[in-house]
């Protein structure tokens, strides 16, 4: 039985995010501006809720150890905030985030629904007004339409894209299912990524690709060989970098510690990482409450209500030796019962960790 006969909600979240992928022109800065201001006041209630704290103060210290989050290194994948975007624009959402103690904002798309069109230079504008460095952006890896935006279709035009909102990485939530699930097919995958990776360094940016936890499964042509691990093989560590969605891959390592035929094959996310710090300049912060009767092993949640230990990975991670500032933490949940709650708890949780004396 193929392992998509099921629904599959990673796939309907690869799709749903496709829906925001795209670029919209026009727009003043002063239009911007305006159409800012009154969201803004609307939001206020959300804002109350921190009683004006800091993230820190609101939610208070876990430890007397050095925070656990490095300074100027919290982010959130702005797919969280997808009803926000389209409903009160770029402006009011980017206010919440600079009051939340957010950094950094990773894109998945750039244009903002019923707040009208805005050009990339105004979205950069005003991303670095409210303190926020755009540090990613998710673009599809290719499609069936050849003027889609993706990489495979569009590369110059995503890249240029990208530098002109200054970013530092651009990347593909997107598997690397484009050939099949074959040690070959993910050999051609990887030369695709390869040649993309190359585009990006030359115009000083890192390529990069988002895991779900199907990238952990097994060649369907070889059940000895997990796919995750052709990937890190065949691609340029140079060229392409990885974004570890933390929590797909912990769903992975539940669905996936077995091989087809029941033999054990376990698995650390976190040795990933730890074996090769340097292919993972960004990270998914997304959290999880086990349920081993989900198929998929765990519920999602808002960061800090499951039960995937992020005091013990971020801290992992950043006592490795030059890399505290090498990494960036990007909050995320696919499907938030109201996301500004979402990234207001999430940055509290975050910033309240203390590493262990």
């Known amino acids: 039985m193929s392992r998509f006969s099921q629904p599959d909600p990673e796939l309907g979240h690869r799709l749903s995010r496709r829906g925001m992928l795209g670029v919209a022109a026009g727009a003043t800065a002063a239009a911007l501006l305006g159409a800012a201001a009154p969201a803004n006041a609307a939001t206020g209630s959300a804002t109350a809720a921190t009683g004006g704290a800091t993230p820190a103060t609101a939610s208070g210290s876990k430890g007397r150890g050095r925070p656990v989050l490095p300074p100027g290194r919290l982010g959130i994948q702005l797919y969280s905030l997808r009803d926000k975007v389209s409903t009160l624009g770029f402006g009011p959402v980017f206010a919440e985030l600079e009051r939340y103690g957010y950094d950094e904002v990773e894109f998945a798309g750039y244009t903002q629904g019923s707040a009208g069109p805005i050009t990339?230079?105004?979205?950069?504008?005003?991303?670095?007004?409210?303190?926020?460095?755009?540090?990613?952006?998710?673009?599809?890896?290719?499609?069936?339409?050849?003027?889609?935006?993706?990489?495979?279709?569009?590369?110059?035009?995503?890249?240029?894209d990208a530098q002109a909102l200054?970013?530092?990485?651009?990347?593909?939530?997107?598997g690397p299912f484009r050939y099949g699930s074959t040690v070959d097919a993910w050999k051609r995958a990887a030369e695709d990524f390869n040649t993309y990776g190359a585009a990006a360094r030359a115009r000083g940016m890192k390529f990069y690709q988002h895991n779900h936890s199907e990238e952990f499964s097994f060649a369907t042509d070889n059940p000895k060989a997990r796919l995750y691990d052709i990937l890190l093989k065949e691609t340029d560590?140079?060229?392409?970098?990885?974004?570890?969605?933390?929590?797909?891959?912990?769903?992975?390592?539940?669905?996936?510690?077995?091989r087809p035929d029941g033999t054990p094959a376990p698995f650390e996310p976190l040795n990933y990482v730890l074996r090769q710090p340097d292919r993972y300049p960004l990270f998914h912060v997304k959290d999880g409450e086990s349920d081993p009767s989900n198929p998929y092993g765990y519920t999602m949640t808002d960061v800090g209500d499951g039960d995937i230990d992020y005091q013990r990975f971020i801290s992992a991670v950043t006592r490795l030796r030059g890399h505290r500032m090498a990494h960036h933490w990007q909050a995320e949940h696919d499907n938030p019962a109201e996301s500004f709650t979402f990234a207001r708890r999430s940055s509290a949780h975050l910033h309240s960790l203390r590493e262990k004396c």
């Open 120 to 160: 990339l230079a105004q979205l950069k504008r005003l991303a670095r007004d409210h303190g926020l460095n755009p540090i990613g952006s998710h673009v599809g890896y290719y499609s069936d339409d050849p003027n889609a935006y993706t990489f495979a279709q569009n590369l110059t035009k995503v890249l240029d």
């Open 166 to 174: 200054g970013l530092k990485h651009i990347g593909t939530a997107s």
């Open 237 to 258: 560590p140079d060229l392409v970098h990885l974004e570890m969605d933390i929590y797909w891959a912990y769903v992975g390592q539940f669905r996936f510690s077995k």
